[in-house]
């Protein structure tokens, strides 16, 4: 059974400061991995995808590594900024549909 | 696109009673899923479904919980009767039919019973 764990269950960093989210899962065989960000009292929101043949992905000051062998992923955020606060949460994709990490609650303070 | 659109957004009610919680898909995407988040546990796959078939529901926790999808464009989770352990959000959502789809989550249902 997959088991997704993610390091540390909470941060908090002053603005400006790069970061970066662990996340690390048991069963390598996964179709990809997904981040996403949570905002209190909302859904969930897809940040990045990546897929089980690629090594990483990146959509503006987010970048995130997978690899597969070692079961880690890590999201790095550059200059983060206050409106980065919230849950960022990692999931896997296998034989079963999404799988879900706790998150890691980021505080970004001014 | 309005999204993953689900309804109510808050529900009170009292151990024993019926509760049916609802959600639009995507139009378009053929996959559904319901999840449960709590403190404890972080997000639990419920159920979902493929092309309004569900396909895998061993994380409905026991009988009392149902779902349906009897089109693509609505589908029900249903509780009864509830009980004050069922509190927690339920998320749906929805994505294209393909492994490699980021998934599009609604606001969830906040569910509250005393």
């Known amino acids: 059974k997959q088991e997704v764990t993610q390091i540390p269950a909470a941060l908090s960093v002053p603005e400006g400061e790069n970061l970066v989210l662990n996340c690390s899962f048991t069963?390598?065989?996964?179709?990809?991995l997904q981040w996403f960000r949570q905002d209190p009292g909302k859904g969930l929101t897809s940040l990045l995808l990546?897929?089980?043949?690629?090594r990483e992905q990146t959509s503006g000051r987010l970048n995130a590594s997978l690899d597969k062998s070692s079961g880690r992923s890590t999201l790095y955020i550059a200059a983060s900024q206050p409106g980065d606060s919230a849950t960022y949460l990692c999931?896997?994709?296998?034989?079963?549909?999404?799988?879900f990490g706790k998150g890691t609650r980021l505080s970004v303070i001014a | 696109d309005a999204g993953v659109i689900q309804s109510p957004r808050h529900e009170v009610t009292e151990m024993g009673q019926e509760v049916t919680l609802r959600c639009k898909p995507i139009s378009g995407h053929n996959s559904l899923f319901w999840y449960r988040q709590t403190m404890m546990r972080g997000l639990e796959l419920l159920i979902y479904f493929n092309n309004n078939v569900p396909i895998d529901d061993s994380g409905m926790p026991e009988d009392r919980f149902s779902a349906k999808m009897p089109n693509a464009s609505f589908s029900t989770l249903k509780i009864q009767p509830s009980e004050p352990r069922d509190s927690a959000v339920y998320f749906c959502?929805?994505?294209?039919?393909?492994?490699?789809?980021?998934?599009?989550f609604g606001n969830g249902t906040r569910l509250t019973v005393t």
């Open positions: 999931a896997v994709r296998g034989n079963t549909p999404l799988v």
């Open positions: 959502a929805s994505s294209p039919e393909s492994y490699n789809s980021p998934l599009h």
């Open positions: 069963d390598s065989a996964i179709y990809n």
């Open positions: 990546i897929q089980s043949s690629q």
